[in-house]
């Protein structure tokens, strides 16, 4: 049972190329979400998806695009990558635990865009 | 607009002391309140969840408050240990009913033995 994977955990772009960051989770999660961390913002949400096909987006999503096409797959995709946009990037899948949605997240994808 | 708050300043304390962490929020009207721990390098790891209509929840050495009109959270880890240290997060439902997570920018703490 692996969780939550995410590939690459390194990435160096230039800016103006395209990326794609993968996320793949084994719990059968109905819920996954991407995030950004960066120094002193905390964690803010990119996009979210309630399942497979449904996908909306969250505080951040500028920028990004996603697609859910199957439960265990949610890649982010950087559509011409800007130096703001390098962060470390967070997949998390979700279960339900008492009613509330309880993260699992993956190691990080850390992006540096010149 | 909506808002959390964690300390920002590193928390510093002597190994065996209760570490006390706070989160505050404004307008929101969450249904629960979770706290995670992120070590470096890694992604956050949940800890405890507490709900709306509850006061207190604790877990081995770690316990959690939620007021709800104060609009505060108080994460506390007693007889702390140098194994403790690490940045923590609190998080909350943006009560929108969608499942989505709103999270603090995180308190780092730091136990020397």
């Known amino acids: 049972n692996a969780g939550v994977t995410q590939t690459p955990k390194f990435q160096v772009l230039k800016t103006g190329q395209s990326m794609t960051l993968q996320c793949a989770q084994d719990?059968?999660?109905?819920?996954m979400s991407w995030y950004r961390q960066d120094p002193g913002m905390g964690l803010r949400l990119i996009h979210y998806s309630v399942g497979a096909g449904i996908t909306d987006q969250g505080e951040v999503p500028n920028g990004y695009n996603v697609s859910r096409s199957t439960t265990e797959d949610f890649p982010l995709r950087l559509l011409s990558a800007a130096p703001s946009q390098t962060s470390v990037y967070f997949c998390?899948?979700?279960?339900?635990?008492?009613?509330?949605?309880?993260?699992?997240f993956g190691a990080g994808s850390r992006l540096t865009v010149l | 607009s909506q808002k959390i708050e964690q300390n920002s300043e590193a928390l510093n304390i002597q190994e065996g002391k209760t570490a006390t962490l706070t989160c505050n929020y404004t307008n929101y009207s969450p249904a629960y309140l979770q706290w995670y721990r992120q070590d470096p390098g890694r992604g956050p790891v949940f800890l405890l969840l507490?709900?709306?209509?509850?006061k207190e929840k604790r877990k081995e050495r770690l316990k959690v408050t939620f007021d709800t009109t104060l609009k505060q959270s108080l994460f506390h880890i007693t007889a702390s240990q140098p194994a403790d240290s690490a940045t923590y997060l609190c998080a909350l439902d943006d009560s929108s009913n969608t499942g989505k997570l709103i999270f603090g920018q995180g308190t780092t703490l730091q136990v020397k033995p």
């Open positions: 998390a899948s979700s279960s339900y635990l008492s009613g509330a949605n309880v993260l699992t």
């Open positions: 507490i709900r709306e209509n509850e």
């Open positions: 719990m059968n999660h109905e819920y």
